[in-house]
């Protein structure tokens, strides 16, 4: 018995196009549950139990396949088009049908016959063709089953499992490998060729697995639990099927509502925000369910239906999963491994099930919309509905806080200085400063005669003195200077777009004769030179290549915390534990400028040059300053004790509701007004020094503080990917790395950590923005391809945990820094 027609669903947040009821059947349903079946425009269920229904919705009626004597318990549809196939499946028999054959059949007035290719296997909940359509693994009691698909007969039999298999599916790039899950919480990998068993997993969780997909593109696949887990496992050759991460359905669906409702509350826009999601203006806390059995995977055109929309960014090849519950239909995005969007079923008015027992959805979206098929738990219906994927989204859309600034962010200055912002009052100071005192060109005595007339000249006093005289000894050699003076006039090298990653060791130095950290490394901007901070209290800069020690500057009476290099590579910023800030010139060992004590009141952290050199930029505390600077290294004869190198502050920038800044990051290599920060409250917040304000805050960036920001900060997109240089990345202690949009302020992909509690290790990022490398307390370094969440290589060999990693931003090659003093070099 069925009923039709088109009816538009009011409900749902007042978006009455989001849901489409398109069929409803009356039928007995299974008390068990079912498995259900869509390919392309037909789905396929039991119907009155025994009874196998095609609804065909390009046809007026739909195909009924009589066969079976006791109830249906699993279908499935062959991959390919002509002919295609379905397999049914009951506790007596298992049955192939060919659909355009069965439908010739109907139209001369036969009774179509299906292949029986399988007999008396018991309870069968799982069924699925191979990717040739050649054999159907059937999954019956605590056995699969290797079927023909033409004959019966039975090509394999896979023991193991110590309860009933759940699913199963093939791995298409591994013609012979197929993987199962079970109801004794297991998952094992089979070479069903051989009939041999290749893995199997312990016990991952106190419930059953019910699920299971396998995601080509990123070579992993997905288990879904009866309690609502989703445990995402990586098939890459050498990864030995570790798990990539497990995700809580019920924690991402509070998280999700309470977003919508903080960013519905804030644009006074309530009413549009979903019904799940709101109890009488009230923060939901009790409005989730309290489980999500996850009764089905499938791919989710997601990207497809918001290719023509201008607010949708996505940075990156991500993957999007429909997931369906009892309760209704979450999207999943496995960059991020966030909450997309979710469909209640008791949200929509004319969807008459509440609760669904079993669900099955079209892998394509036609025109943005897909089909969903569900089963009631409570009563004898199943529903055919219409599901407006972009207008689900577009109804739940959260947008974080943006404090004044309504556009969306850019790292790369898209428009000039205001009159009133602090660079720019900050460079008209500069401009006041004589036209000598500029960062990088030494002060020379002014050209004019002894007596101070124009026509008389005193021999030798209108040339600048010989300074060279007055110069501390550096030690350096004279071919060592020689090589850097011209390493500085070669032309900056540009990186290579597509390079292989660099995972060849080359080599190992000690920088001390003992174990001291490396606090913090960072390359050149030509990438000819490599400053080191370590926890003796001095500076090393040496050569790219590891091979000569360029200088030693010593001074600081605490651990470095940070080094930065200028824009034109002739000075270096250090920062210290003890409160201080130096600015050092690459060949002089006494420090330019020192700011003391007094001018902090907390460790200062993070310096760095800012805005091509215009600026330095540091933490202190809370918040982060400023500063106006003018470096000097001549000295006056008769004022020797009095530096001619200035500092003053423009301006400090607190960070909202944090007791200290953990992080902070700029560029300096072209003009831009952002800075990012993070604080021990776990929120990232954005500044935009033109505006000289915050202007948007990402609250709970990762489960702990961050401890590191990082950006690509050098100039190999300028010409060809320039909103790349939008993407930056998050890294905390035990936590993984996090992948975000600038321009959209929310996580683009979420890679799997190594880290721990113990030592907070560094991250860094191509210049060429395809690779991340990754230090790690385990001795090794990871590198990740930005598509993947998953690590591509581990670069072993550390003697200690690898604390820093660095890339050149001249050459594909990577330096990791570790706690024991030891500095490696890879190459590709």
């Not at 007995?28 to 498995?35: A, F, N, T």
């Not at 359509?133 to 110590?162: F, P, W």
């Not at 790039?173 to 312990?202: C, H, N, P």
């Not at 790395?737 to 929310?746: A, G, H, S, V």
Request: aromatic share 8%; hydrophobic share 35%; proline share 4%.
């Amino acid at each position: 018995m069925e009923s039709g027609g088109d009816r538009p669903s009011a409900g749902g947040g007042g978006s009455a196009d989001v849901v489409c009821v398109k069929h409803l059947f009356k039928s007995k349903v299974s008390e068990s549950l079912v498995q259900l079946a869509w390919s392309h425009h037909r789905c396929a269920f039991p119907l009155d139990r025994n009874e196998l229904c095609i609804w065909n919705t390009e046809a007026a009626q739909p195909l009924h396949l009589s066969g079976h004597r006791h109830s249906i318990s699993a279908v499935s549809f062959g991959h390919k088009t002509n002919p295609l196939l379905v397999c049914s499946a009951s506790r007596e028999r298992v049955i192939v049908w060919n659909l355009d054959e069965c439908t010739q059949k109907v139209q001369e007035g036969l009774t179509p016959r299906g292949i029986v290719v399988g007999t008396l296997l018991g309870m069968v909940l799982h069924v699925r063709f191979s990717p040739d359509d050649q054999q159907v693994a059937v999954c019956a009691g605590n056995r699969i089953y290797i079927l023909s698909a033409k004959t019966e007969a039975i090509l394999t039999e896979l023991r193991g499992h110590m309860a009933p298999v759940t699913a199963a599916e093939f791995c298409t790039w591994e013609k012979t490998m197929l993987i199962s899950v079970s109801e004794d919480r297991t998952f094992k990998v089979w070479d069903y060729s051989a009939g041999q068993l290749i893995y199997q997993s312990g016990v991952l969780t106190t419930f059953p697995l019910l699920s299971l997909l396998i995601d080509e593109e990123n070579k992993q696949f997905i288990a879904g639990s009866a309690e609502g887990t989703l445990w995402i496992f990586s098939l890459i050759s050498d990864h030995n099927y570790r798990c990539v991460t497990h995700i809580n359905l019920k924690k991402e669906q509070e998280k999700f509502c309470n977003k919508m409702w903080k960013s519905g509350k804030e644009r006074g826009e309530g009413q549009n925000t979903s019904k799940l999601c709101k109890t009488n203006n009230v923060r939901p806390e009790g409005s989730v369910e309290a489980s999500l059995p996850v009764l089905f995977i499938e791919h989710c055109d997601f990207l497809v239906c918001f290719h023509n929309e201008e607010n949708i960014h996505s940075a990156l090849n991500t993957s999007y999963f429909w997931i369906g519950s009892s309760t209704g239909l979450l999207i999943i995005n496995l960059g991020n491994f966030e909450l997309e969007a979710f469909l209640s079923y008791k949200d929509y008015s004319d969807l008459s099930i509440r609760f669904a027992r079993s669900c099955a959805l079209t892998r394509q979206a036609v025109n943005g919309k897909v089909l969903c098929l569900i089963t009631s738990m409570f009563e004898d219906v199943f529903a055919v509905f219409e599901v407006n994927l972009a207008a689900l989204v577009r109804s739940q859309q959260s947008d974080f806080l943006l404090h004044g600034n309504k556009n969306s962010l850019s790292v790369i200055a898209r428009c000039s200085l205001l009159t009133n912002s602090p660079l720019c009052k900050g460079l008209k100071k500069n401009m006041k400063e004589p036209a000598s005192k500029t960062l990088g060109v030494k002060s020379t005595m002014k050209d004019q005669p002894l007596v101070f007339h124009n026509k008389i000249k005193s021999s030798g006093y209108t040339a600048a003195p010989r300074m060279t005289m007055f110069s501390p000894n550096n030690n350096l050699k004279k071919n060592e200077v020689s090589k850097w003076k011209t390493s500085c006039k070669c032309k900056t090298k540009e990186y290579p777009l597509e390079s292989y990653p660099p995972i060849k060791y080359e080599k190992e130095i000690s920088v001390t004769s003992k174990p001291t950290p490396i606090c913090c490394i960072q390359y050149s901007g030509d990438g000819e030179m490599l400053a080191c901070g370590l926890a003796d209290k001095t500076v090393l800069t040496l050569s790219s290549n590891l091979t000569d020690t360029y200088n030693v500057f010593s001074g600081h009476d605490g651990a470095l915390n940070s080094v930065g290099w200028s824009h034109d590579k002739k000075w270096l910023v250090s920062a210290s534990e003890d409160r201080t800030l130096r600015i050092w010139s690459v060949c002089n060992k006494e420090p330019a400028l020192i700011l003391g004590k007094e001018k902090f009141h907390k460790t200062v952290r993070f310096a760095q040059f800012y805005f091509i050199d215009a600026f330095i930029l540091l933490c202190c505390g809370a918040e982060f300053h400023l500063l106006n600077f003018h470096v000097d290294t001549i000295k006056d004869d008769l004022k020797r004790y009095k530096p001619r190198s200035v500092c003053k502050l423009v301006q400090k920038f607190p960070m909202a509701s944090t007791m200290e800044i953990t992080s902070l990051s700029a560029v300096n290599d072209f003009y831009s007004y952002i800075v990012l920060t993070a604080g021990r409250n776990r929120a990232l917040e954005v500044f935009d020094l033109n505006a000289g304000c915050s202007t948007a805050v990402i609250p709970e960036v990762h489960t702990r503080s961050v401890h590191q920001i990082c950006q690509n900060k050098g100039s190999s997109f300028s010409t060809q990917q320039p909103e790349a240089y939008n993407l930056f990345m998050t890294t905390a202690a035990g936590d993984g790395i996090k992948l975000w949009d600038l321009r959209t302020l929310k996580c683009e992909r979420r890679f799997e950590g190594h880290h721990s509690c113990c030592h907070p290790c560094g991250i860094a990022v191509s210049p060429c923005g395809r690779f991340i490398a990754s230090g790690s307390d385990d001795k090794c370094a990871y590198i990740y391809e930005m598509h993947s969440s998953s690590f591509s290589h581990k670069l072993g060999g550390h003697t200690e945990c690898v604390i820093n990693v660095a890339f050149s931003p001249s050459s594909p090659q990577l330096t990791t820094a570790t706690l024991d003093g030891k500095l490696q070099l890879f190459l590709p």
